[in-house]
Nanobody, 127 residues
Framework: QVQPVESGGGLVQAGGSLRLSCAAS????????MGWFRQAPGKEREFVAA????????YYADSMKGRFTISRDNTKNTVNLQMNSLKPEDTAVYSC????????????????????WGQGTQVTVSS
C-alpha cells in the first residue's frame, strides 16, 4: 500500500514551467505504476501521464506530449511531473495516483484503474 502526497503546485505565467512532485509512502513503491491526473473546475478528471517501474516506460495523454515529462526515483519513492510551456487551460488540480503493476499500457489512462490517490495540488496558469 502507498499513500501519495503531492507538492509543487502554484501560480505561474503562461509560457512558464512548473515541477510537481509526489512522495509515496510504502516499501514497495517500485511495484506501482504511478500516474498524474488533473481536474479543472466544472470539468471531468483528465489523464496526464503515467510511468512504470523502470522509469523509461511512460505513457502520455496526446495533448501533453512534448510539454510534460514524467519521471520517478524509486530510491526516494518519488514521481515528478515537469510541465513546460504552460497554458491557461492547464489550470487545474493535479493529483498523483498509484496502482499495482510494472508496465504502463492504455489502461493506465483510466482513473478507475488506480487504487491510491493524493489530495491534489493546485496549478494556476495566468494569461
Amino acid at each position: 500500500q502507498v499513500q501519495p502526497v503531492e507538492s509543487g503546485g502554484g501560480l505561474v505565467q503562461a509560457g512558464g514551467s512548473l515541477r510537481l512532485s509526489c512522495a509515496a509512502s510504502g516499501r514497495t513503491f517500485s511495484s506501482y505504476i504511478m500516474g498524474w491526473f488533473r481536474q479543472a473546475p466544472g470539468k471531468e478528471r483528465e489523464f496526464v501521464a503515467a510511468i512504470g517501474w523502470t522509469g523509461s516506460n511512460t505513457y502520455y495523454a496526446d495533448s501533453m506530449k512534448g510539454r510534460f515529462t514524467i519521471s520517478r526515483d524509486n530510491t526516494k519513492n518519488t514521481v515528478n511531473l515537469q510541465m513546460n510551456s504552460l497554458k491557461p487551460e492547464d489550470t487545474a488540480v493535479y493529483s498523483c495516483a498509484a496502482r499495482r503493476g510494472v508496465l504502463v499500457d492504455v489502461t493506465s489512462g483510466r482513473a478507475d484503474r488506480y487504487d491510491y490517490w493524493g489530495q491534489g495540488t493546485q496549478v494556476t496558469v495566468s494569461s
